[in-house]
């Protein structure tokens, strides 16, 4: 595998914000009531990620390290900020979906660690790409967690009915549900990887 498909694949499986580092439990929980909330937050997140990486890796030498920190929430600030104002004028359902989680995307730890521990040591390019890879692993994270709550507990998968809402587990979607859905997900992640690293 080459080096730069490397740093993405790490993001999405070996590095796992969510199944295997469990960061970010906060949006995790909160905004995977569904499917397709899951998706679009996992989405936002990973827009935001990609474009603070990139300026961050090129601003890097020009900020001092006293006041590194607080530079790179400014800049992870800017974009939730256009995102949001974004979301407002054009995807008003979405914004009324995801609330206060939006404007919450500046304290993802998901964010400001990539942003320290990569984003301001690499390269624009590999900064761009580690952005890519976490957000495509944050975003199926919240999507399956959110697939396995809405299907669970409704009885439906992106609001398509598959099997009658009469059968379905009111815990799932409930916020006790959502721990115990993620719960099983992370274990089914430290298995695929066990097995990952047997053949390897």
Same mark, same amino acid.
């Given at each position: 595998?080459?080096?730069? @498909? ?14 295997? @580092? ?11 009531? $569904?499917?397709?909330?899951?998706l679009m937050m996992g989405m936002a997140t990973g827009g935001v990620l990609i474009c603070s990486n990139i300026v961050i890796s ?11 920190? +607080? ?25 009324? $979906? ?21 984003? $301001? ?10 952005? /890519? ?6 975003t199926l994270a919240l999507t399956l967690l959110g697939g396995v709550r809405e299907l669970l507990g409704t009885g439906s998968l992106f609001?398509?009915?598959?099997? $009658? ?5 009111? /815990?799932?979607?409930?916020? +006790? ?24």
């Amino acid at each position: 595998m080459g080096n730069k @498909l490397k740093i993405v694949w790490n993001g999405i499986l070996p590095g796992n914000p969510v199944l295997v @580092l469990l960061l970010g439990m906060c949006a995790t929980l909160g905004t995977t009531s $569904s499917a397709q909330n899951g998706l679009m937050m996992g989405m936002a997140t990973g827009g935001v990620l990609i474009c603070s990486n990139i300026v961050i890796s090129m601003i890097k030498s020009l900020v001092p390290d006293k006041v590194r920190i +607080p530079v790179f929430i400014v800049v992870i600030a800017t974009f939730v900020t256009m995102l949001q104002m974004a979301i407002s004028a054009w995807l008003p359902a979405l914004n009324a $979906s995801l609330g206060i989680f939006i404007p919450l995307i500046v304290v993802n730890c998901i964010l400001l660690g990539r942003a320290e521990a990569y984003a $301001s040591r690499n390269s624009v390019i590999d900064s761009a790409l580690d952005g /890519l890879g976490c957000g495509l692993g944050f975003t199926l994270a919240l999507t399956l967690l959110g697939g396995v709550r809405e299907l669970l507990g409704t009885g439906s998968l992106f609001g398509c009915p598959v099997f $009658s809402e009469d059968y379905g587990m009111l /815990l799932f979607v409930l916020a +006790p549900g959502a721990f115990i859905a993620l719960g099983y997900l992370i274990a089914l992640t430290n298995a695929l990887l066990r097995k990952i690293d047997k053949k390897s």
